[in-house]
């Protein structure tokens, strides 16, 4: 069985209350109920944290062990060098989410640490963003 595990960076613990015109109304342990329904094949495990350490940490320990990594790491996508480098440093492939479109909102998100070293970048579809970066790797 395919393993890829899905991880969440700092405010995506809100999703469902957080900016729902931006970000929806569903929490993200709703919908991963419904992707993995979707996906009864595959076994999808799941991360989140606020704290940048946290998911270099989890990054590190998920590369020789799963087959692929969906990254959304939120606001540290534009900031962090050692998330980047993190992605850089393991051999799964790793697709970048993101559930707004980040191209049409500030400038400040139209830059990404991680894209340089990513599989592929899945925008702006909402959390469909996810299920088609289940599709990439598949
Ligand atoms: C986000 C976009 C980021 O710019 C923002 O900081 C987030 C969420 C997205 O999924 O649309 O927290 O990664």
Redesign the pocket.
């Known amino acids: 069985m395919q393993k890829i595990i899905i991880i969440n960076?700092?405010?995506?613990n809100l999703l469902g209350t957080r900016e729902p015109d931006?970000?929806g109304n569903l929490t993200f342990t709703e919908f991963l109920d419904s992707l993995r329904e979707k996906f009864p094949n595959i076994s999808l495990d799941y991360f989140q944290s606020n704290i940048e350490g946290e998911i270099i940490d989890k990054i590190q320990e998920a590369g020789p062990v799963f087959d692929g990594i969906i990254l959304?790491?939120?606001?540290y996508?534009?900031t962090s060098v050692g998330i980047g480098d993190a992605v850089a440093a393991i051999e799964s492939p790793v697709v970048e989410?993101?559930?707004?479109n980040?191209f049409s909102?500030e400038e400040f998100?139209h830059s990404s640490f991680i894209a340089p070293n990513a599989k592929g970048v899945i925008v702006g579809f909402g959390l469909k963003?996810y299920e088609l970066a289940v599709h990439s790797l598949l």
């Not at 960076?9 to 995506?12: A, C, S, Y």
């Not at 959304?72 to 606001?75: D, I, K, L």
């Open positions: 960076g700092p405010n995506l931006v970000y959304n790491a939120a606001a996508t534009h989410v993101h559930i707004s980040t909102r998100r963003s």
